[in-house]
């Protein structure tokens, strides 16, 4: 099942820059989209959605960026601090169902 | 702010035996599963709840799986006879009516 996409494993990004984190999806019937944060060891914290009659969320440091022809979305983190370094997932919903399909995840390590 | 619990943190039992996961969701909150994660392998969902039946499951969600919210606050996952395969981390996640999923810690389930 490789309906949610992060072809990145993993990404370093210096403090103070931007992080950019992608995902693509293949299933035209998605209608939202989350990020969700994970440290070692925890449950995934939910950061951040987007409805697909959306083309950008954002809240505070982190903005999601939904391109819909392109089935892809992405999270960008700025500025990025060390604190931020954790494994993220993107998920997506549709209204036909209930549950949330997670992609790999990407690790991201912010570095001073 | 109020947060998913789950219980134990991490439980061993040998192959076979019957195990149940507890969690406790958000008071608020109406939808209620359980998802789990092998080892170095993606989130997937196994089960979702809503109004004291379920709304949806997965295919790993067999016979052998059950769920339960024997009272007001409660929302557990039974596995009747474990298989080395089960071995996992488990997460419970709830939500209100929006499509964000707060999840729990996680229950590390070791079957050995």
């Known amino acids: 099942d490789q309906q949610v996409k992060q072809n990145s494993p993993s990404l370093s990004v210096q403090e103070g820059r931007i992080s950019i984190l992608n995902c693509d999806y293949t299933?035209?019937?998605?209608?939202?989209f989350l990020w969700y944060k994970k440290y070692p060891a925890e449950g995934p914290t939910f950061l951040i959605s987007?409805?697909?009659?959306?083309d950008k969320n954002e809240d505070g440091r982190f903005t999601v960026f939904l391109n819909k022809s392109a089935k892809h979305l992405s999270l960008h983190i700025v500025p990025s601090q060390p604190g931020d370094s954790a494994v993220y997932f993107c998920a997506a919903s549709a209204t036909y169902t209930d549950k949330l399909i997670f992609g790999t995840g990407t690790r991201l390590q912010v570095f001073p | 702010e109020p947060e998913v619990t789950q219980t134990p943190s991490h439980q061993v039992t040998q192959m076979g035996q019957e195990v149940i996961l507890r969690c406790v969701p958000i008071?608020?909150?109406?939808?209620f599963y359980w998802y789990r994660q092998i080892l170095g392998q993606k989130v997937e969902f196994l089960v979702s709840f809503y109004n004291n039946e379920i709304s949806e499951k997965s295919e790993i969600f067999d016979d052998q799986f059950s769920v339960e919210r024997p009272d007001g606050s409660n929302f557990t996952l039974k596995i009747r006879s474990t298989k080395l395969e089960d071995s996992a981390m488990y997460f419970c996640?709830?939500?209100?009516?929006?499509?964000?999923?707060?999840f729990g810690p996680g229950t590390r389930l070791t079957v050995t």
């Open positions: 987007i409805s697909s009659i959306k």
């Open positions: 996640a709830s939500r209100k009516a929006s499509y964000e999923q707060y």
């Open positions: 008071s608020n909150h109406l939808y």
């Open positions: 299933n035209s019937m998605f209608d939202y």
